[in-house]
T-cell receptor
């Protein structure tokens, strides 16, 4: 069973607009969430994280929102830039520190 | 400083062959993780080391998979008698002190089993 789900395999956004990537999880014991960005032929790169004691964390153009009651988090990118085009993975930190990833969402930002 | 490096970057093996994949973590990083990423999927946890101790190997899919980190630095993931379903990208990640610190990933090794 998939404990972390990203239901949108792809997303296309115009440059300068907002990108919203969504992620759902099933295990209420998860207490820390991360977003990674991945370019082709490279490993995932850490982007931003959020603890379950918060509902929002912001870093420049990137903001992550957490809705614990809905077991849902989202990543907002404002404004979107062509260099943001990549695959974005949502992950939950499980016991021992291992990460449980979603399937990824491929973001395409068009000039 | 240098990031996590992995070698080889690409490996083609015939079904039944043994392969060894290497990971060089960031210098001084205590924790090391291996993940397997199938095409179109997110990475899936395989195993975790703290220094030389393998503390969690619950994600290894079969006894054909074996990982080691004898001196607490470089790690090797070995797959014996490879099968076509082993074809995937194998990612290594390290974190500085605790397993809960941010994990930094290497570029991965793409394994293709024919």
């Amino acid at each position: 069973d998939q404990q972390v789900k990203q239901n949108s395999p792809s997303l296309s956004v115009q440059e300068g607009r907002i990108s919203i990537l969504n992620c759902d999880y099933t295990n209420s014991m998860f207490d820390y969430f991360l977003w990674y960005k991945k370019y082709p032929a490279e490993g995932p790169t850490f982007l931003i994280s959020i603890s379950s004691i918060k509902d929002k964390n912001e870093d420049g153009r990137f903001t992550v929102f957490l809705n614990k009651s809905a077991k849902h988090l989202s990543l907002h990118i404002v404004p979107s830039q062509p260099g943001d085009s990549a695959v974005y993975f949502c992950a939950a930190r499980a016991e021992g520190g291992k990460l449980i990833f979603g399937q990824g969402t491929e973001l395409s930002v068009k000039p | 400083g240098a990031g996590v490096s992995q070698s080889p970057r690409y490996k083609v093996a015939k079904r039944g062959q043994d392969v060894a994949l290497r990971c060089d973590p960031i210098s001084g990083h205590v924790s090391l993780f291996w993940y397997q990423q199938a095409l179109g999927q997110g990475p899936e946890f395989l195993t975790y080391f703290q220094n030389e101790a393998q503390l969690d190997k619950s994600g290894l899919p079969s006894d054909r998979f074996f990982a080691e980190r004898p001196e607490g630095s470089v790690s090797t993931l070995k797959i014996q008698r490879t099968q076509q379903e082993d074809s995937a990208v194998y990612l290594c990640a390290s974190s500085s002190r605790h397993s809960t610190d941010t994990q930094y990933f290497g570029p991965g090794t793409r394994l293709t089993v024919l």
